[in-house]
Protein backbone atom coordinates (compact mmCIF):
# COMPACT_ATOMS: atom_id res chain seq x y z
CA UNK A 1 0.00 0.00 0.00
CA UNK A 2 1.67 3.25 -1.05
CA UNK A 3 1.35 6.18 1.44
CA UNK A 4 -0.27 9.53 0.48
CA UNK A 5 1.67 12.40 0.55
CA UNK A 6 0.03 15.98 0.89
CA UNK A 7 2.27 18.25 -0.61
CA UNK A 8 1.90 21.94 -0.30
CA UNK A 9 4.89 24.15 -1.87
CA UNK A 10 3.08 27.24 -0.41
CA UNK A 11 5.01 30.64 -0.63
CA UNK A 12 8.01 32.50 -1.07
CA UNK A 13 10.91 29.71 -0.79
CA UNK A 14 8.78 27.19 0.17
CA UNK A 15 8.47 25.75 -3.48
CA UNK A 16 12.19 26.12 -3.59
CA UNK A 17 12.94 23.69 -0.60
CA UNK A 18 9.93 21.55 -0.76
CA UNK A 19 11.17 20.46 -3.97
CA UNK A 20 14.79 19.12 -2.81
CA UNK A 21 12.38 17.56 0.42
CA UNK A 22 10.77 15.94 -2.77
CA UNK A 23 13.79 14.77 -4.52
CA UNK A 24 15.21 13.18 -1.44
CA UNK A 25 12.17 11.38 -0.71
CA UNK A 26 12.25 9.77 -4.61
CA UNK A 27 15.95 8.89 -4.27
CA UNK A 28 15.00 6.69 -1.57
CA UNK A 29 11.80 5.06 -4.04
CA UNK A 30 9.82 4.48 -1.41
CA UNK A 31 6.19 3.38 -1.54
CA UNK A 32 4.74 6.91 -1.57
CA UNK A 33 2.22 9.10 -4.13
CA UNK A 34 1.96 12.91 -3.95
CA UNK A 35 -0.65 14.91 -4.70
CA UNK A 36 0.07 18.78 -4.75
CA UNK A 37 -2.46 21.74 -3.34
CA UNK A 38 -2.23 25.26 -2.78
CA UNK A 39 -1.94 26.93 0.42
CA UNK A 40 -1.25 30.43 1.73
CA UNK A 41 -0.84 33.42 -0.62
CA UNK A 42 -0.34 30.93 -3.76
CA UNK A 43 -4.17 29.83 -2.87
CA UNK A 44 -5.46 33.18 -2.43
CA UNK A 45 -3.97 34.72 -6.11
CA UNK A 46 -5.44 31.31 -7.56
CA UNK A 47 -8.72 31.31 -5.65
CA UNK A 48 -9.26 34.02 -3.44
CA UNK A 49 -8.58 31.64 0.10
CA UNK A 50 -6.01 30.52 1.71
CA UNK A 51 -7.08 27.56 2.46
CA UNK A 52 -9.94 26.21 -0.16
CA UNK A 53 -11.90 23.33 -0.49
CA UNK A 54 -9.89 21.32 -2.87
CA UNK A 55 -6.88 21.51 -0.11
CA UNK A 56 -8.84 20.66 2.58
CA UNK A 57 -9.97 17.42 0.50
CA UNK A 58 -6.06 16.56 -0.42
CA UNK A 59 -5.14 16.67 3.33
CA UNK A 60 -8.14 15.07 4.62
CA UNK A 61 -7.37 12.14 2.37
CA UNK A 62 -3.39 11.79 2.51
CA UNK A 63 -1.64 9.98 5.15
CA UNK A 64 0.81 12.87 5.80
CA UNK A 65 1.25 16.72 4.78
CA UNK A 66 4.63 18.11 3.65
CA UNK A 67 4.23 22.25 3.69
CA UNK A 68 6.97 24.46 2.58
CA UNK A 69 6.15 28.03 3.98
CA UNK A 70 3.46 30.46 3.81
CA UNK A 71 2.97 34.20 3.86
CA UNK A 72 4.59 37.26 2.29
CA UNK A 73 3.92 41.03 1.99
CA UNK A 74 2.12 40.87 -0.86
CA UNK A 75 -0.83 39.58 1.47
CA UNK A 76 0.05 41.92 4.01
CA UNK A 77 -2.78 44.41 3.45
CA UNK A 78 -5.57 41.62 3.14
CA UNK A 79 -8.42 41.55 5.61
CA UNK A 80 -7.18 38.92 8.62
CA UNK A 81 -9.43 36.46 7.44
CA UNK A 82 -8.08 36.43 4.04
CA UNK A 83 -4.50 36.47 5.20
CA UNK A 84 -1.98 33.47 4.04
CA UNK A 85 -1.43 32.59 8.02
CA UNK A 86 -4.89 31.98 8.52
CA UNK A 87 -4.37 28.81 6.10
CA UNK A 88 -1.68 27.65 8.35
CA UNK A 89 -3.99 28.23 11.42
CA UNK A 90 -7.13 26.77 9.24
CA UNK A 91 -5.10 23.30 8.58
CA UNK A 92 -3.94 22.79 11.57
CA UNK A 93 -7.13 23.35 13.07
CA UNK A 94 -9.20 21.04 10.47
CA UNK A 95 -6.80 18.08 10.70
CA UNK A 96 -6.86 18.44 14.36
CA UNK A 97 -2.87 18.73 14.84
CA UNK A 98 -3.15 19.70 18.36
CA UNK A 99 0.59 18.41 18.92
CA UNK A 100 3.90 19.94 17.60
CA UNK A 101 6.98 18.94 18.27
CA UNK A 102 10.12 21.40 17.42
CA UNK A 103 13.35 19.67 17.96
CA UNK A 104 16.59 21.93 18.09
CA UNK A 105 19.62 20.21 17.92
CA UNK A 106 23.02 21.72 16.99
CA UNK A 107 25.04 19.97 14.80
CA UNK A 108 28.34 19.91 15.90
CA UNK A 109 29.66 21.19 12.33
CA UNK A 110 27.52 24.05 13.00
CA UNK A 111 28.19 25.18 16.68
CA UNK A 112 30.15 28.29 15.71
CA UNK A 113 26.98 29.49 13.75
CA UNK A 114 25.54 29.89 17.30
CA UNK A 115 25.29 33.47 19.10
CA UNK A 116 25.87 31.82 22.35
CA UNK A 117 29.39 30.35 23.50
CA UNK A 118 30.43 26.73 22.22
CA UNK A 119 30.38 25.33 25.45
CA UNK A 120 26.89 26.73 26.23
CA UNK A 121 25.63 24.91 22.88
CA UNK A 122 27.38 22.38 22.06
CA UNK A 123 26.01 18.87 22.12
CA UNK A 124 22.67 20.61 22.59
CA UNK A 125 19.50 18.29 21.89
CA UNK A 126 15.91 19.10 23.15
CA UNK A 127 12.34 19.07 21.68
CA UNK A 128 9.87 21.86 22.53
CA UNK A 129 6.34 20.23 22.45
CA UNK A 130 3.39 22.83 21.84
CA UNK A 131 -0.12 22.94 22.20
CA UNK A 132 -1.20 23.81 18.65
CA UNK A 133 -4.72 24.00 18.34
CA UNK A 134 -6.15 25.93 21.59
CA UNK A 135 -5.58 29.12 23.63
CA UNK A 136 -5.30 32.39 23.41
CA UNK A 137 -4.59 31.61 19.20
CA UNK A 138 -8.36 29.93 19.01
CA UNK A 139 -10.08 30.98 22.13
CA UNK A 140 -13.53 33.09 21.50
CA UNK A 141 -14.53 35.86 22.13
CA UNK A 142 -11.50 38.05 20.16
CA UNK A 143 -12.30 41.03 18.17
CA UNK A 144 -11.18 44.81 17.71
CA UNK A 145 -14.76 46.85 18.88
CA UNK A 146 -15.51 50.33 19.82
CA UNK A 147 -16.26 49.92 24.19
CA UNK A 148 -17.51 54.06 25.81
CA UNK A 149 -15.82 55.73 22.66
CA UNK A 150 -12.44 54.02 22.16
CA UNK A 151 -11.55 50.64 20.82
CA UNK A 152 -10.63 47.81 22.53
CA UNK A 153 -9.16 44.87 21.46
CA UNK A 154 -9.49 41.49 22.91
CA UNK A 155 -8.57 37.91 22.95
CA UNK A 156 -9.03 34.91 25.14
CA UNK A 157 -6.73 32.38 26.75
CA UNK A 158 -8.25 29.36 27.16
CA UNK A 159 -7.57 25.55 27.83
CA UNK A 160 -9.96 22.64 28.70
CA UNK A 161 -8.48 19.88 30.60
CA UNK A 162 -8.84 17.59 28.15
CA UNK A 163 -6.95 19.69 25.81
CA UNK A 164 -3.95 19.77 28.65
CA UNK A 165 -4.30 16.39 29.22
CA UNK A 166 -3.90 15.00 25.61
CA UNK A 167 -0.29 17.36 24.81
CA UNK A 168 0.39 16.46 28.35
CA UNK A 169 0.72 12.99 27.56
CA UNK A 170 2.13 13.28 23.95
CA UNK A 171 5.17 15.63 26.08
CA UNK A 172 5.61 12.59 28.09
CA UNK A 173 6.13 9.50 25.73
CA UNK A 174 8.43 12.13 24.13
CA UNK A 175 10.00 12.70 27.54
CA UNK A 176 10.47 9.05 27.96
CA UNK A 177 11.83 7.81 24.97
CA UNK A 178 14.15 10.38 25.67
CA UNK A 179 16.48 11.69 28.50
CA UNK A 180 13.11 11.03 30.68
CA UNK A 181 13.21 14.60 32.07
CA UNK A 182 9.97 17.29 31.09
CA UNK A 183 9.52 20.62 32.00
CA UNK A 184 6.55 22.36 32.01
CA UNK A 185 6.14 25.90 30.93
CA UNK A 186 3.17 28.34 32.46
CA UNK A 187 2.88 31.35 34.06
CA UNK A 188 0.22 30.39 36.97
CA UNK A 189 1.53 33.25 39.19
CA UNK A 190 -0.79 35.82 37.19
CA UNK A 191 -2.85 33.50 34.91
CA UNK A 192 -6.05 31.01 35.75
CA UNK A 193 -5.79 29.10 32.59
CA UNK A 194 -2.40 28.09 33.20
CA UNK A 195 -3.07 27.32 36.98
CA UNK A 196 -5.25 24.28 35.42
CA UNK A 197 -2.20 23.72 33.33
CA UNK A 198 -0.09 22.87 35.59
CA UNK A 199 -2.96 21.00 37.86
CA UNK A 200 -3.44 18.75 34.85
CA UNK A 201 0.42 17.89 34.30
CA UNK A 202 1.06 16.96 38.24
CA UNK A 203 -2.08 14.75 37.57
CA UNK A 204 -0.63 13.21 35.03
CA UNK A 205 3.37 12.64 36.47
CA UNK A 206 2.51 8.92 38.18
CA UNK A 207 1.37 7.58 35.21
CA UNK A 208 4.69 8.05 34.04
CA UNK A 209 7.05 7.34 36.98
CA UNK A 210 9.79 6.97 34.73
CA UNK A 211 9.78 10.70 33.70
CA UNK A 212 10.78 13.74 36.35
CA UNK A 213 8.27 16.67 35.76
CA UNK A 214 9.70 20.11 36.67
CA UNK A 215 7.50 23.07 35.90
CA UNK A 216 9.04 26.42 35.35
CA UNK A 217 7.00 29.97 34.56
CA UNK A 218 7.71 31.11 31.29
CA UNK A 219 9.69 34.39 31.78
CA UNK A 220 12.61 32.51 33.64
CA UNK A 221 12.46 29.39 30.93
CA UNK A 222 13.18 32.56 28.36
CA UNK A 223 16.15 33.52 30.30
CA UNK A 224 17.18 29.49 30.81
CA UNK A 225 17.26 29.00 27.37
CA UNK A 226 20.23 31.51 26.82
CA UNK A 227 21.44 31.32 30.04
CA UNK A 228 21.61 27.19 30.29
CA UNK A 229 19.68 25.71 27.58
CA UNK A 230 21.38 21.76 28.48
CA UNK A 231 19.03 21.94 31.20
CA UNK A 232 15.75 20.93 28.78
CA UNK A 233 15.30 17.42 27.80
CA UNK A 234 11.90 18.19 26.61
CA UNK A 235 9.55 21.51 27.15
CA UNK A 236 5.61 21.44 27.23
CA UNK A 237 3.82 24.34 26.46
CA UNK A 238 0.97 25.87 25.48
CA UNK A 239 0.34 27.66 21.86
CA UNK A 240 1.42 31.13 22.47
CA UNK A 241 4.22 30.60 24.67
CA UNK A 242 5.37 27.36 22.64
CA UNK A 243 5.35 29.77 19.59
CA UNK A 244 7.70 32.13 21.19
CA UNK A 245 10.17 29.49 22.69
CA UNK A 246 10.44 27.73 19.85
CA UNK A 247 11.80 30.30 18.28
CA UNK A 248 14.26 31.36 20.31
CA UNK A 249 15.07 27.41 20.75
CA UNK A 250 15.60 27.34 17.43
CA UNK A 251 18.25 30.51 17.13
CA UNK A 252 20.22 28.50 19.71
CA UNK A 253 21.15 26.21 16.44
CA UNK A 254 22.97 28.99 14.65
CA UNK A 255 20.09 29.17 12.36
CA UNK A 256 16.29 28.56 12.27
CA UNK A 257 16.82 26.87 8.47
CA UNK A 258 18.24 23.90 10.13
CA UNK A 259 14.85 22.69 12.57
CA UNK A 260 12.15 20.76 11.31
CA UNK A 261 8.95 20.22 12.63
CA UNK A 262 5.82 17.83 12.93
CA UNK A 263 2.30 18.42 13.77
CA UNK A 264 0.53 15.60 14.82
CA UNK A 265 -3.33 14.40 15.24
CA UNK A 266 -4.52 12.07 17.97
CA UNK A 267 -3.84 9.31 15.16
CA UNK A 268 -0.42 9.76 14.31
CA UNK A 269 -1.34 11.46 11.05
CA UNK A 270 0.79 14.55 10.47
CA UNK A 271 1.78 17.95 8.86
CA UNK A 272 5.66 18.20 8.64
CA UNK A 273 7.31 21.79 7.69
CA UNK A 274 10.43 23.71 8.72
CA UNK A 275 10.50 26.08 11.68
CA UNK A 276 11.48 28.88 9.65
CA UNK A 277 8.66 31.09 7.28
CA UNK A 278 8.73 32.21 4.00
CA UNK A 279 11.43 34.11 3.30
CA UNK A 280 10.08 36.24 0.48
CA UNK A 281 13.36 38.66 0.27
CA UNK A 282 15.39 35.68 -0.90
CA UNK A 283 12.56 33.85 -2.88
CA UNK A 284 13.15 32.48 -6.01
CA UNK A 285 16.88 32.88 -5.98
CA UNK A 286 17.84 29.37 -5.78
CA UNK A 287 20.06 30.59 -2.22
CA UNK A 288 17.42 29.35 0.44
CA UNK A 289 18.53 26.11 3.01
CA UNK A 290 16.64 23.44 2.05
CA UNK A 291 17.93 20.92 4.68
CA UNK A 292 15.03 21.70 7.63
CA UNK A 293 12.62 20.71 4.84
CA UNK A 294 14.63 17.62 3.89
CA UNK A 295 14.60 16.93 7.85
CA UNK A 296 11.00 17.67 7.99
CA UNK A 297 10.82 14.71 5.52
CA UNK A 298 12.54 12.59 7.49
CA UNK A 299 10.29 13.27 10.62
CA UNK A 300 7.29 12.14 8.58
CA UNK A 301 8.84 8.81 7.61
CA UNK A 302 8.88 8.08 11.27
CA UNK A 303 6.52 9.51 12.81
CA UNK A 304 3.03 9.26 10.06
CA UNK A 305 4.49 6.05 8.45
CA UNK A 306 6.78 4.20 11.10
CA UNK A 307 9.75 3.86 8.50
CA UNK A 308 12.55 4.54 11.11
CA UNK A 309 15.92 3.03 8.90
CA UNK A 310 14.79 5.60 5.59
CA UNK A 311 14.37 8.61 8.07
CA UNK A 312 17.70 8.14 10.15
CA UNK A 313 19.42 7.66 6.93
CA UNK A 314 18.17 10.94 5.69
CA UNK A 315 19.41 12.17 9.03
CA UNK A 316 22.86 11.06 8.51
CA UNK A 317 23.23 12.10 4.53
CA UNK A 318 22.39 15.93 6.50
CA UNK A 319 25.50 15.44 9.05
CA UNK A 320 27.14 14.07 5.94
CA UNK A 321 26.83 17.05 3.78
CA UNK A 322 27.75 19.57 6.67
CA UNK A 323 30.81 17.44 6.86
CA UNK A 324 32.00 17.84 3.61
CA UNK A 325 31.60 21.59 4.47
CA UNK A 326 28.95 22.41 1.90
CA UNK A 327 26.99 25.49 3.26
CA UNK A 328 24.10 27.61 2.44
CA UNK A 329 23.81 31.13 2.65
CA UNK A 330 22.35 31.64 6.42
CA UNK A 331 25.11 29.08 7.51
CA UNK A 332 28.00 29.86 5.85
CA UNK A 333 31.87 30.97 7.20
CA UNK A 334 34.73 31.22 5.80
CA UNK A 335 36.41 27.68 4.96
CA UNK A 336 33.35 25.91 4.15
CA UNK A 337 32.20 26.14 0.54
CA UNK A 338 29.14 28.02 -0.49
CA UNK A 339 26.16 26.09 -2.32
CA UNK A 340 22.79 26.70 -3.71
CA UNK A 341 19.54 25.21 -2.71
CA UNK A 342 19.66 22.38 -5.74
CA UNK A 343 23.33 21.82 -5.27
CA UNK A 344 22.47 20.94 -1.19
CA UNK A 345 19.44 18.74 -2.08
CA UNK A 346 21.58 16.98 -4.62
CA UNK A 347 24.58 16.47 -1.99
CA UNK A 348 22.15 15.01 0.21
CA UNK A 349 20.90 13.12 -2.51
CA UNK A 350 24.12 11.73 -3.26
CA UNK A 351 25.28 11.61 0.43
CA UNK A 352 22.34 8.65 0.96
CA UNK A 353 24.35 5.90 -1.21
C1 LIG B 1 4.74 29.27 13.71
C2 LIG B 1 4.32 30.56 13.07
C3 LIG B 1 2.81 30.62 13.03
C4 LIG B 1 2.30 30.57 14.45
C5 LIG B 1 2.24 31.84 12.29
C6 LIG B 1 2.78 31.95 10.88
C7 LIG B 1 0.73 31.84 12.27
O1 LIG B 1 4.88 31.63 13.76
O2 LIG B 1 4.40 28.19 13.15
O3 LIG B 1 5.40 29.29 14.74
O4 LIG B 1 2.23 31.59 15.14
O5 LIG B 1 1.96 29.47 14.90
MG1 LIG C 1 6.24 31.06 15.28
Known sequence: MKKRVCVLPGDGIGPEIVAEAVKVLDALALPIEYEYALLGGAAIDATGEPYPEATREAARRADAVLLGAVGGPKWDELPRAQRPERGLLGIRKDLGLFANLRPAVLFPELASASALKPEVVSGLDIVIVRELTGDIYFGEPRGIEVRDGERVGFNTMIYRESEIRRIGRVAFETARRRGKKLCSVDKMNVLETTQLWRDVMNELAP??????????????????????????????TGNMFGDILSDEAAMLTGSIGMLPSASLDEQGKGLYEPCHGSAPDIAGQGVANPLATILSAAMMLRHSFGWEEAAARIERAVRAVLAQGLRTRDIFEPGTRLVGTAEMGEAVVAALR
Open 207 to 236: EYPDVTLTHMLVDNAAMQLVRAPKQFDVIV
